[in-house]
C-alpha cells in the first residue's frame, strides 16, 4: 500500500528556509501525482503545492515565487525547498499522493497521506 513519510519540519527565524522531504514507497512515483498541503491550528487545511506525472508543479498563490516543489523518482522522494519564510507559514505539513488523472490539479481529490512534519518560523 502506499506509504508517505515526511521530515525536515523545524522551528526557523522568519526569512529563513527548510527543506521537507516526502519518502514514499508502494507506489510507482510515474503514475502518481503528489503534492504538499498544511494546516495551522484553527484553519482549514490548504494544498501548497503539487506536481503531475510530467513535473508540471503548482502552487497556491500564498507561496508562488518562495517554494518549490520537486521530485526525485530514482528515490521515490518529495521535496519541498521553502524560502523567505513567514511567521504565516507556521503549520503542520503533509505529503499526498494520488493515481494520476486529469483531476490531479483538484486538491481535494489527493487521498492517501502522511503523518505530517511541522513548520514553526518566528518572527
Known amino acids: 500500500q502506499v506509504q508517505l513519510v515526511e521530515s525536515g519540519g523545524d522551528s526557523v527565524q522568519a526569512g529563513g528556509s527548510l527543506r521537507l522531504s516526502c519518502a514514499g514507497s508502494?507506489?510507482?512515483?510515474?503514475?502518481?501525482?503528489m503534492a504538499w498541503f498544511r494546516q495551522a491550528p484553527g484553519r482549514k487545511r490548504e494544498g501548497v503545492a503539487l506536481?503531475?506525472?510530467?513535473?508540471?508543479?503548482t502552487y497556491a498563490d500564498r507561496v508562488k515565487g518562495r517554494f518549490t516543489i520537486s521530485q526525485d523518482n530514482a528515490k521515490n522522494t518529495l521535496y519541498l525547498q521553502m524560502n523567505s519564510l513567514k511567521p504565516e507559514d507556521t503549520a503542520m505539513y503533509y505529503c499526498a499522493a494520488r493515481r494520476s488523472s486529469p483531476l490531479c490539479g483538484l486538491w481535494d481529490t489527493y487521498n492517501y497521506w502522511g503523518q505530517g512534519t511541522q513548520v514553526t518560523v518566528s518572527s
Open positions: 506536481i503531475t506525472t510530467d513535473g508540471t508543479p
Open positions: 508502494g507506489y510507482t512515483t510515474s503514475t502518481y501525482c
